[in-house]
């Protein structure tokens, strides 16, 4: 009996480094996989034909030879599902859809002006219901749904602290569950984001990767050795409740001074409406780039401060924890051209001479939808985790 479940392993095991391979090098070859894994070709093939019944792999045309008949070349069927992916802002919800290779097929980003759990949670829903109406006929429908929050996440899934949300100990993940009887996997906004700029961003070959989400507030995603790190407790990462000021302004963590209050959208908001004698909640990001590029120097100015102040945050980033690159995403990179060069600045006079010297600091080609094509690579992750060595066994 023992015998039988080691062989039912085997051929999953075996199964899911076919299918990994076929993904990562596709279009590629039986013989070229059976090259590559070490697995015989007797066993490659019948895995693949495994595999092109369950519509996860199809056959394409002839590849090239090296002598002899020309090898039938195999592709990862990217459109046999698709995935959801969420990035639940403090003033947004932008939502995606994606096939299984984590291409963007849909988007839509909506206002979120009421925080309110109950309401939220119902634009959260009418979000992904657009997304699944979205979605073109596969053969495995919706695989799962991904969502970034920002704060505080357990390994459950449940929200423990969202500061800027005004929320504690929230169950997102149920609700969703319920509602569309889907696998839902949630987690911290800044670590799906970070995620998302490894699977899909420009510099996906940096091993040491710090992602920084500066948007209404600033999470921070670390990369060490190709993996996320999470920290003792899985709470790493929440850089933007650093003191960068000893006895500065309040925070609603409950700390003073910390990095957010400075170099955030929120910060920014808040020094725009005194200086333009306004309330904050009466602007937004998007207008005042707009005055920007009217040549607004009040506001451009505003923006050299805000990148002052990344720019701190970043140089302690660089001194802690030595990293290949810096990737700076979210709201804030709309400001890139008035706030670069102070950051850059303040980031050289601060860091220390040899953590400095090789480090790349880099703006997110992603810009805004790092966490949410992060958030779909989680629930493309979770499906192929629990289905992909498994589909039609038999």
Known sequence: MKITGDLHLMKKLNKSIILETIIAESPVSRAAISEKTGLNKATVSNLVTELIESQLVYETGPGASSGGRKPVMLLFNNEAGYAIGVDLGVNYILTMLTDLKGQIVKERRVPLTDLQYEQTLQQLIEAIRWAISSAPDSPYGIVGIGIGVPGLVDPNGLILSAPNLKWRKVDIKSAIEQEFE???????????????????????????????????????????????????????????????????????????????????????????????????????????????????????????????????????????????????????????????????????????????????????????????????????KAFFAQTKASVEEG
């Open 182 to 380: 889907l696998p839902v996997t949630i987690d911290n906004e800044a670590n799906v984001g970070a995620l998302g700029e490894k699977s899909y961003g420009e510099y996906q070959t940096a091993r040491d990767m710090i992602y920084v989400s500066a948007g209404i507030g600033i999470g921070v995603g670390i990369v060490v050795n190709n993996t996320l790190y999470r920290g003792f407790s899985g709470f790493s990462g929440e850089m933007g409740h650093m003191t960068i000021h000893m006895d500065g302004l309040p925070c609603s963590c409950g700390n003073r001074g910390c990095w957010e209050l400075y170099a955030s959208e929120n910060a920014l908001l808040s020094r725009a409406a005194a200086y333009l004698q306004e309330q904050s909640q009466e602007l937004s990001l998007d207008a005042l780039v707009s005055l920007a590029e009217r040549g607004d120097e009040g506001i451009i100015q505003l923006f050299r401060e805000v990148g002052y102040y990344l720019g701190i945050g970043i140089a302690n980033v660089i001194n802690t924890f030595n990293p290949e690159l810096v990737v700076i995403g979210n709201r804030l990179s709309l400001i890139k051209p008035w706030m670069e060069a102070s950051m850059l600045e303040c980031v050289e006079q601060r860091s220390l001479q040899y953590h400095h010297r090789r480090v790349q600091i880099v703006f997110s080609k992603l810009a805004m939808k790092s966490a949410a094509v992060g958030a779909a690579e989680l629930a493309i």
